[in-house]
T-cell receptor, first 113, second 116 residues
Framework: DGGITQSPKYLFRKEGQNVTLSCEQNLNHDAMYWYRQDPGQGLRLIYYSQIVNDFQKGDIAEGYSVSREKKESFPLTVTSAQKNPTAFYLC????????????FGPGTRLTVL | AQSVAQPEDQVNVAEGNPLTVKCTYSVSGNPYLFWYVQYPNRGLQFLLKYITGDNLVKGSYGFEAEFNKSQTSFHLKKPSALVSDSALYFCAYITPFSGGYNKLIFGAGTRLAVHP
């Protein structure tokens, strides 16, 4: 899992609540990513950021929001608009956005009660 | 549509035997292919990647993969499996994204079970 930390490891949310998942990296990487993992499926891209104060929607951005105020940090907010948020969320970072290898954090498991 | 496919949901192998986890791709242009491994309740760990050059790519933990253009495959292999290799394995490829950047697209994953 290298220099990428995610917190908390487990998160429980009541319906209608917004929750924020933390992702921090000390690898001096420019690019950061958020993925969602559901059982029996591969990872799907939620949001992507190449530089500070810039980010782009991925394939399943609806109901999620992000910010990139610092190079090291890329928090993900799961809003009440996300209809099925129970999943395993993985953050990744890479030197750049080309063919550079993405390195992943340990993940946060979100459960909606 | 471009994609990678992992045709086996699960692969079972005895400890000490060679293992193969299959991946086929349908990608236009030059395919940039990756293998990752995921242990239970953990993030993904990078194993190896093919960008260009030698078709046989060596990676972490004794794993290797062979890029085969004629068969559009990128199978992951290890000569002698360990029980500790039991995990979920993902094949992935790079595809152009918005703004001139690229993103990873993952296969559905293959669960490897190595039995003592």
């Amino acid at each position: 899992d290298g220099g990428i930390t995610q917190s908390p490891k487990y998160l429980f949310r009541k319906e209608g609540q917004n929750v924020t998942l933390s992702c921090e990296q000390n690898l001096n990487h420019d690019a950061m990513y958020w993925y969602r993992q559901d059982p029996g499926q591969g990872l799907r891209l939620i949001y992507y950021s190449q530089i500070v104060n810039d980010f782009q929607k991925g394939d399943i951005a609806e109901g999620y929001s992000v910010s990139r105020e610092k190079k090291e940090s890329f928090p993900l907010t799961v809003t009440s608009a996300q209809k099925n948020p129970t999943a395993f969320y993985l953050c990744a970072s890479a030197t750049g956005g080309g063919t550079d290898t993405q390195y992943f954090g340990p993940g946060t498991r979100l459960t909606v009660l | 549509a471009q994609s990678v496919a992992q045709p086996e949901d699960q692969v079972n192998v005895a400890e000490g035997n060679p293992l193969t986890v299959k991946c086929t791709y349908s990608v236009s242009g030059n395919p940039y292919l990756f293998w990752y491994v995921q242990y239970p309740n953990r993030g993904l760990q990078f194993l190896l990647k093919y960008i260009t050059g030698d078709n046989l790519v060596k990676g972490s933990y004794g794993f290797e993969a062979e890029f085969n253009k004629s068969q559009t495959s990128f199978h992951l292999k290890k000569p002698s499996a360990l029980v500790s290799d039991s995990a979920l394995y993902f094949c992935a490829y790079i595809t152009p994204f918005s703004g001139g950047y690229n993103k990873l697209i993952f296969g559905a994953g293959t669960r490897l079970a190595v039995h003592p």
